[in-house]
């Protein structure tokens, strides 16, 4: 003997459901979800000179190290944050020679935290 499917209680829970949802909208979803937004001055290693230099650029993330890291350390199988990607391979001009330079590897971009 088939049994067919019981559609009317099934109707009736789901307007249940629907009710018990909407009963709860406002409270489901504000929730806030904790953002640890921290300041990074941004650093690179000089081809140039071998010495390290400020970019003399800031940027602000939710995800960057808690004290300094490279940015391949930071973001490994991760995906950078925009803001992060254009920082490599800037073009800025190295103090001690002079000269202009920019850094494609991201092992020798670095984030500094400054709070
Ligand atoms: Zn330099």
Do not use: W
């Not at 019981?6 to 489901?28: I, M, S, T």
């Not at 001009?93 to 092992?107: A, F, H, I, V």
């Amino acid at each position: 003997m088939a049994i067919p499917p019981n559609v009317k209680y099934e109707g009736k829970f789901l307007k249940a459901y629907r009710e018990a949802r909407e009963g709860k909208k406002g409270v489901v979803g504000t929730e806030q979800q904790e953002v640890n937004i921290a300041k990074y001055s941004v650093y690179f290693f000089c081809d140039e000179c071998c010495q390290a230099h400020p970019l003399g650029i800031t940027i602000e993330l939710n995800d960057g190290p808690p004290d300094q890291a490279s940015i391949r350390d930071t973001y490994t199988g991760r995906e950078l944050p925009p803001q992060v990607a254009t920082l490599i391979g800037n073009m800025t001009q190295c103090p001690n020679t002079r000269k202009m330079t920019s850094q494609e590897d991201n092992n020798q971009v670095f984030l500094v935290s400054i709070g």
